[in-house]
């Protein structure tokens, strides 16, 4: 299987220096990546809708494939991270619509891509106590940003503290299961 994914990942070869590189799949896609990411920064600064659009759009499928060709499939906790990059990329294109409706799907799947992180560090592992080590910083992280945020959200209360409260499980999961890999 593993083979399979190396053949049907490979491009092209391309001429640099008298040289032949061979370049991956997810080589093309992190340049994809790197020009949106850019583009939407251009996009921002000029105040231009359509481009930043595109850009997001461009640059959350582009993570999704990259993830994708440089094996997120062999892996279960690898798996559930491209699920949760998925879940992220639709909820991109959600949250450039106006109406509150979609705006919600939109953090609805935002939401379900951090279950989906905390999951994939799940299933990499951490032990109870590495998860509660980390506990103080990531509630303080997730108390601050409620603090900034809480004048502002106005009937989206429930939903914002919900986010932060996953955002924050999701930092700390990451965090444990660092500390155990590194142990």
Not at 123 to 136: C, H, R
Request: glycine content about 6%.
């Amino acid at each position: 299987r593993s083979a399979d994914f190396v053949i049907v990942s490979r491009l092209s070869l391309v001429q640099s220096s008298g040289k032949m590189v061979e370049l991956h799949v997810s080589d093309y896609v992190q340049i994809i990546c790197v020009v949106s990411v850019f583009d939407y920064m251009v996009g921002e600064l000029f105040s231009q809708k359509l481009l930043k659009a595109v850009c997001k759009i461009s640059a959350s499928v582009a993570f999704v494939l990259h993830a994708y060709y440089r094996g997120a499939m062999l892996y279960p906790h690898s798996r559930s991270f491209l699920v949760g990059l998925v879940f992220g990329a639709i909820g991109d294109v959600l949250l450039l619509s106006r109406a509150k409706s979609t705006f919600m799907l939109g953090i609805l799947s935002f939401f379900i891509n951090h279950v989906f992180y905390v999951f994939g560090f799940y299933q990499i592992g951490f032990s109870v106590n590495s998860f509660i080590m980390w506990l103080p910083g990531t509630v303080t992280g997730a108390w601050l940003t409620w603090m900034w945020l809480r004048n502002h959200v106005g009937s989206l209360r429930i939903p914002v503290i919900s986010y932060i409260i996953v955002i924050a499980t999701a930092v700390n999961a990451a965090l444990a299961a660092a500390y155990e890999v590194q142990s």
